[in-house]
């Protein structure tokens, strides 16, 4: 597939903000480019006449030759399109990608340190999902790519990348010992769910909201219990006492209320809570009666969720193993659940496809998500469970318990983790030097094979150019499937795929259809994501999966078949009711049509 060629671009990067990163690196400084000028203020790279279209070069790139200058102090003059054109060896560019990785974590991390908005597990949560560990293992990688003269630059990296995580590790230990008890937060989360159920403040809220009209004029309805229940809930959260949390509760409640003229008399109170002070009209002094009204009705309310707060309750040395189906708890919907993070995380995260980001007007895009074991203490466990229960967007599935302080066995973390994605490198490694497919797998094929309408052709005609263009763009559509040979050495069927992907210009979505699971007990699955490699002399597939997650290395003895999945167009991104798209589903057999 061409489009790996331009796979990969640099970064912005400029001196001053290595400086202020802490890191002093004179051969990157020092890396110099062929660049030229074409009569305006940007620098190209120059490209051959000849080879001009084919290395998609700049219109306005010159053919001549051109003059050395210093990359880092050229970056901004250098022309877009040309950038992916600079001839750097891989080194340099691994020293380049490395250096923007460090500036960018520090310059995150300073922003967030200089944060001083109140401490709370939701801010813990995004800040965890912005710590830069993920990436530790492509930057060891990147690492090892840098010798020569570069090697202290290498040096200087690899300390200043572990300085780094160790700033941010001290960070987010800071942020955790700030934030509210995690007794509090459930407790206050457990005690909104024990009232909201109460009939009082169904009635006295439905009330309220026909005292001044049941709807604002964009026809929304006031739910004032819901918005009281939260405020108080945010306020306990964050470590507030009774009276704070009272206080900050009603003044939320006078803030929706505020300006809300009274429209049925009628609905008040008698006798009234208030006496005629002089007031000009009866408008006047109803403004003052319901006044009085809502906030004793407020108070009410408070006066419940207080008698059901009980801080500590439940707590337990055990603890127990849960699966978090859709992690980070970054979203504002995951307030309540957010303080799991501080948990610790056991196993790999595994992908979980792709979610909507919700804003007030919708949706506004996808992002990605994925699945993590957490060891917590039952309480709560249970308390997420019970939070998860009817929400589609979230799933928790309890795994077992676990004495306090003490490692569970792999075993039990793949148990849960393959519940979330069926694929795990860690089951493919148990299939020995030398495997070969299952029975299962070579009946799956065997079932597929005889469809020679829809099976792509194992040995193309040479002279037939045009029909293989047709066979990938077909393949790209979904209306042709790939399906390996039972031999492990290099065939047809490799080369006719490798012959085809070269015909696509970019990496193609596709659905795999894989054995899962650790052998003998083995199933078959479809994944879906990007294809980004065939490699016919490994005998691998490099597949990303749907959501931008990091690429899965798929052994052929594993594949049953590879057909294109054609994405759906960006207008209908938005389709299914903010449901989360996993990204895998469960084989089954097409049937016979022969």
């Known amino acids: 597939m061409r489009s790996r060629q331009f796979a990969t ?3 912005p990067l400029t001196v001053q903000e290595l400086r202020q990163a802490g890191l002093e690196l004179p051969g990157l400084e020092s890396i110099t480019v062929e660049v030229a000028h074409s009569g305006g203020r940007k620098r190209h790279v120059p490209a051959p006449q000849q080879d001009r279209w084919r290395a998609r070069a700049c219109q306005h790139a010159p053919s001549g030759p051109g003059e050395p200058a210093v990359l880092i102090d050229i970056w901004d003059e250098v022309c877009v399109r040309c950038r992916p054109g600079l001839a750097l060896t891989p080194g340099q560019a691994a020293t380049w990608h490395v250096a923007c990785q460090v500036v960018h974590f520090d310059a995150e991390l ?29 930057v060891v990688e990147r690492l090892d790519q840098i010798d020569g003269a570069l090697a202290d630059d290498r040096d200087a990296l690899a300390h200043g990348w572990q300085a780094c995580l160790t700033r941010w590790e001290d960070f987010l230990s800071d942020y955790g010992a700030c934030a509210p008890a995690v007794g509090t937060a459930t407790a206050a989360s457990a005690a909104c769910e024990k009232v909201a159920g109460h009939p009082r403040l169904h009635q006295q809220g439905e009330t309220l909201a026909r005292i001044v009209g049941a709807a604002d004029t964009w026809g929304r309805p006031y739910r004032l219990a819901g918005l009281v229940l939260e405020a108080w809930k945010v306020a306990r959260s964050r470590g507030g006492d009774a009276a704070a949390s009272r206080d900050s509760a009603i003044s939320i409640a006078g803030r929706q209320l505020a300006g809300r003229p009274v429209r049925d008399v009628s609905l008040l109170p008698r006798p009234s809570h208030t006496p005629y002070q002089g007031e000009c009209s009866v408008a006047a002094w109803a403004e003052r009666e319901f006044d009085h009204v809502w906030r004793e009705i407020v108070a009410g309310w408070i006066d419940l969720l207080e008698d059901a707060y009980q801080p500590g309750e439940g707590e337990a040395a055990a603890e127990q193993l849960i699966l978090v189906g859709c992690f980070p708890l970054t979203r504002d919907r995951d307030r309540d659940l957010s303080y ?29 998500c994925e699945a993590v074991v957490l060891q917590v203490p039952q309480s709560a466990a249970r308390h997420a ?10 799933d928790i599935t309890l795994g077992p318990v676990v004495a306090a302080g003490d490692v569970p066995a792999a075993d039990q973390i793949l148990d849960l983790l393959r519940t979330a994605y069926p694929y795990l490198p860690e089951d493919v490694h148990g299939d020995g030097a030398r495997p070969r497919p299952t029975q299962t797998v070579l009946r799956a094929r065997a079932d597929l094979r005889p469809r020679h309408d829809n099976v ?10 045009s029909s293989l263009y047709d066979q990938a763009h077909a393949f790209r559509e979904g209306r042709q499937r790939w399906v390996p040979d039972d031999t492990a050495a290099a065939t047809q069927a490799t080369r006719a795929l490798t012959a085809l992907l070269d015909k696509l210009y970019h990496a193609p979505p596709v659905e795999v259809t894989v054995e899962t699971g650790r052998r003998p007990a083995t199933g078959l699955h479809r994944l879906t994501g990007t294809l980004l490699h065939f490699d016919d002399k490994a005998r691998t597939l490099e597949l990303a999966p749907d959501g931008d997650h990091d690429p899965l290395i798929i052994p052929l003895h594993r594949i049953v078949a590879v057909t294109g999945a054609p994405e759906p167009h960006p207008q209908h991104s938005h389709l299914g009711g903010g449901a989360r798209q996993l990204g895998w589903s469960d084989y089954e057999p097409a049937p016979q049509t022969w």
Request: overall charge positive; hydrophobic content about 30%; charged content about 30%.
């Open 9 to 11: 671009e640099l970064e």
């Open 110 to 138: 300073g922003r967030r340190s200089s944060d001083t908005s109140p401490r709370t597990w939701l801010g813990y949560a995004r800040a965890l999902a912005a710590a830069p560990w993920h990436l530790t293992s492509k």
């Open 340 to 368: 799991l993070s501080q948990f610790p995380q056991r196993g790999r995260a595994v992908p979980a496809g792709h979610r909507p980001i919700e804003n007030e007007w919708g949706v506004a895009g996808q992002e990605r």
């Open 385 to 394: 469970v019970q939070l998860t229960e009817h929400d589609p967007r979230q």
């Open 456 to 465: 792509i052709a194992l040995r193309p005609d040479e002279d037939a150019r």
